[in-house]
Each structure stands twice: as C-alpha cells, then as structure tokens.
C-alpha cells in the first residue's frame, strides 16, 4: 500500500533561515508527489507538486522541491524563512491506475522565531 | 465561482445521533474526497468518489457512509456518532489528471459528546 512519511511532527526555525521539511514516500511505480501548506484554522493550499521530468521543482511563496528517486524522498526546501511561514506542511501522493486516491503525511509544523 | 462549500461549518452532535455533511463542487470535477484531520494525524481519507454513482473505502471508512448522486454533491454520513468522530472533515475535489491537484473546502469542525 502507498504511505507518506512525514518524520518531523514539529520544526523550529528563526526567520531568515533556510529551511528543509522532509517526506519519504512508499509506492512501487513513480509517484505523483505534492507538497500542500495550512495555515491556522485555514484549508490546504497546494505549494508545488512533481509528476515527471526535473526533479527540482518551484512553487510558490519561493519553495522548492527536490525528487530523488533513490531515496524515495520528495523534500521541502526554502532559503530564507518568512514569519508568515509559520503553517504545518503536509506531503502527498496520488496513486493513479484503479484507485485515484491521494494519501497524506502527518503533516509537520514549522515555527518561526524572530 | 464558490468552488468546494462545505455544510454545516461547525456541529456539536451527542453520542449516538446521526447527521450528514454536505460537500458540493460547482467545477464539474470527476474526483472528490472526504478527509478527516486530527491532531499529530494528518488528514486520513474516509471514503472517495470517482464519479457520479461511484463510492469506495479510503483509510479510516469504519462508522461512515457516504453517496454520489449528482457530479456536484458529496455527501458524509454518520449514523450513530461516537466521540471519536471528533474531529475537522475536509471535502476535496479534483479533475481526473494525475498531477492535478485537490480544490479543499474550508472543513467542518464536528464534536461528538
């Protein structure tokens, strides 16, 4: 069965730092992968997502994926944190053929400090 | 163009009542979703739909039940609620193409006393 695996529940980081949120997927073909973000008391927005070809992918709000396939992971990266960033962070996949189902991570949560 | 609406936005149920979240999409989407989001959990899928008609189990089904009549609705069920329902229900919908994303509704903040 597909899983998603989010190993950091929760992250502290100051602003002005970079940061890196990591997920690690289980599935036995090419994933369609995504990363969504949820502000306190808000629904899901979708921050970028890979399906084929470069495995660096930019979203928005100046975050950036990486797919390596190697290690099954689709990891989070941002240069320089804002405080607005401050949100829990959940990674996806969509298994295609029969199912077309999207299975999330437990989702980690990104505290920013001044 | 309202997207994903979500009724009712917040319930407060008793154990053992019955009620029915509403999800209803006006983007003519194929895929829709319900999702349950707890603390330390993530958001695990109840049951999904791809099509009109069309129902199936996701990871957590047990104690819901769910229909597809129109394209547009999308409806949740529970029969005999119990405390551990306790929780936010999101509703999702999406086009059929693999990399396209879910369209949320803005959740259900549901209590089960």
């Known amino acids: 069965a597909q899983s998603v695996t989010q190993p950091d529940i929760h992250i502290t980081v100051s602003e002005g730092a970079s940061l890196e949120l990591r997920c690690n997927y289980s599935?036995?073909?090419?994933?369609?992968l995504f990363w969504y973000v949820q502000s306190p008391g808000q629904g899901l927005q979708l921050l970028l997502k890979?399906?084929?070809?470069?495995?660096l992918v930019q979203g928005i709000k100046g975050f950036e994926a990486e797919f390596k396939r190697s290690q099954s992971s689709f990891n989070l990266r941002k240069p320089s944190v804002h405080w607005s960033d401050a949100a829990e962070y959940f990674c996806?996949?969509?298994?295609?053929?029969?199912?077309?189902?999207?299975?999330f991570g437990t989702g980690t949560k990104l505290q920013v400090i001044p | 163009n309202a997207g994903v609406t979500q009724t009712p936005k917040f319930r407060v149920l008793k154990t053992g009542q019955s009620m029915t979240l509403l999800c209803a999409q006006d983007?003519?989407?194929?895929?829709m979703y319900w999702y349950r989001q707890d603390p330390g959990m993530g958001l695990r899928l109840i049951h999904y739909?791809?099509?009109?008609?069309?129902?199936a189990k996701g990871e957590v089904p047990d104690g819901y039940n769910v229909s597809r009549l129109k394209k547009q609705n999308f409806l949740l069920g529970l029969e005999s609620a119990a405390p551990s329902q306790t929780s936010v229900y999101f509703c999702?919908?999406?086009?059929?193409?693999?990399?396209?994303?879910?369209?949320f509704g803005s959740g259900t903040q549901l209590s089960v006393l």
């Open positions: 999702a919908s999406r086009p059929t193409g693999a990399n396209e994303k879910l369209f």
């Open positions: 599935y036995g073909a090419t994933p369609y």
């Open positions: 890979y399906f084929s070809g470069d495995t």
């Open positions: 996806a996949v969509f298994l295609s053929g029969g199912y077309q189902k999207v299975t």
């Open positions: 983007m003519n989407h194929e895929y």
């Open positions: 739909s791809v099509g009109e008609g069309t129902t």
